[in-house]
């Protein structure tokens, strides 16, 4: 049974950090698509960042350059470190996984069969 456990969400000021974490488990992990989303009250849920099995990644243009996506498959851990923080950022984020190694859509939420429970960022002004 996949299992994802997100954590390290808070409250910050803009211009301040975070690192998400999401642990993993139940599952070959090493070999799963993973990825974080986000979903703001009244918005949809959009992909942030996403890395494949090998090490390939992706980032929705409005966090390139601030946030960084990584996998510790020693920890079966997942981050996202999360720098320059706006206030535009504050959202719940959410840690994904899919079995397949995807080509295309990594940022697309509906790709994604396992979801942990959501981690809650806000960001103030």
């Known amino acids: 049974q996949v299992q994802l456990v997100e954590s390290g969400g808070g409250s910050v000021q803009a211009g301040g950090s975070l690192r998400l974490s999401c642990a993993a488990s139940?599952?070959?992990?090493?070999?799963?698509?993973m990825g974080w989303f986000r979903q703001a009250p009244g918005k949809e849920r959009e992909g942030v960042a996403a890395?494949?099995?090998?090490?390939?990644?992706r980032y929705a243009d409005s966090v390139k350059g601030r946030f960084t996506i990584s996998r510790d498959n020693a920890k079966n851990t997942l981050y996202l470190q999360m720098n320059s923080l706006k206030p535009e950022d504050t959202a719940m984020y959410y840690c994904a996984a899919e079995s397949r190694r995807l080509r295309f859509g990594l940022l697309i939420a509906t790709n994604y069969n396992y979801w942990g429970q959501g981690t809650q960022v806000t960001v103030s002004s």
């Open positions: 890395i494949n099995s090998d090490g390939s990644t």
């Open positions: 139940g599952y070959t992990y090493s070999s799963y698509s």
